[in-house]
């Protein structure tokens, strides 16, 4: 009698395992702008926006760090920063699991998108996951080609905006196409300064990144460079937009006195990860304030 509790306890910390795996402390980081792009457009809530935003909330990072966990568990072994919220080091025995995880939460929330869109949209849709998978699996493995890993990863955060405008039919304008690139040059900044703590691991494992092709010096001068023009790029959009040149600061300042870091010396760096990911809550606040004055204005 006594097996079925400790099957029920086994199913349940599998689920949570794979849970983890899906990085649920940055699943805002992809729902949001999905959200904020498709509500500014059409200013109503609907169905469309419910079911969206859940998709790119929950089986969309499923997928994206699923795959990431279960095709680098070989060298997240190696990296001491996994398995915590910062990566999940995820059991070989679940591996199967997650991927058919990833593929049964996805594919009936990506039917009903393409159902209820438009070629634009389809084509933004395609372009999204394909970034997911491609990131991670293996032949493919975007993370392993340096320069492509931050454009692939900075895709992973920006295509859900650009899936929520195609959705919302959001004409294209010179203050859309400035927001998205501001936004793509942070998230090509943050993936790029995220690679410099794993220089270490990554070159002992052979894998390579834009961090351990250029060193941890020049990346980290790369990615503070990347947040200045992302920052000016904003103070070209119309009101209210500026304001949000003022959210590349703190990460001007978080990422700053790494500036003359060494790759012997790039694990420190970590510090600065670490406050980075509380940033982007603090970042997300601020920027859901400039969406609101942007709604009434």
């Given amino acids: 009698m006594s097996a079925h509790p400790s099957g029920r306890a086994g199913v349940g910390g599998a689920i949570a395992q794979i849970v983890l795996s899906s990085r649920p402390i940055s699943w805002i980081n992809t729902a949001f702008p999905f959200a904020a792009a498709y509500l500014l457009t059409t200013r109503e809530v609907d169905l469309t926006l419910v079911i969206g935003a859940v998709y790119f909330l929950i089986p969309y ?31 070989p025995r679940l591996h199967r699991a ?17 159902a209820v869109g438009n070629p634009a949209s389809w084509i933004w849709l395609a372009v999204s996951v394909f970034a997911v998978i491609a990131y991670s699996a293996p032949v493919l493995r975007f993370k392993e080609r340096p320069f492509l890993d931050s454009l692939t990863s900075s895709t992973h955060f920006v295509s859900p905006a650009i899936v929520g405008l195609a959705l919302a039919g959001a004409p294209v304008t010179p203050a859309v196409v400035l927001t998205l690139s501001a936004f793509f040059l942070w998230g090509m ?7 410099v703590q794993d220089i270490g691991p990554d070159r002992e494992a052979g894998i390579s990144s834009i961090a351990t092709v250029i ?8 990615a503070l460079v990347l947040w200045v023009v992302a920052g000016a790029a904003m103070l070209l959009t119309p009101w209210p ?41 603090v970042a997300g606040f601020l920027a859901t304030m400039i969406l609101i004055l942007a709604w009434v204005s």
């Fill in 215 to 222: 060193g941890a010096r020049a990346t980290v001068r790369l």
């Fill in 61 to 91: 990072n499923l997928a994206m760090y699923g795959i990431n966990d279960v095709f680098d568990y070989a060298s997240d072994l190696a990296n001491p920063r996994k398995g915590g919220i910062e990566g999940a080091l995820l059991s």
């Fill in 189 to 195: 900044a943050a993936h790029a300064f995220g690679a």
């Fill in 98 to 114: 997650t991927l058919w995880a990833a593929a049964l939460t996805n594919i009936p929330f990506l039917v009903y998108l393409v």
């Fill in 241 to 281: 937009g500026p304001l949000a040149a003022v959210l590349a600061l703190p990460y001007l300042v978080n990422a700053a006195p790494w500036w003359n870091v060494t790759d012997a010396t790039s694990a420190s760096t970590n510090r600065a990860w670490r406050r980075f990911i509380a940033l982007n809550y």
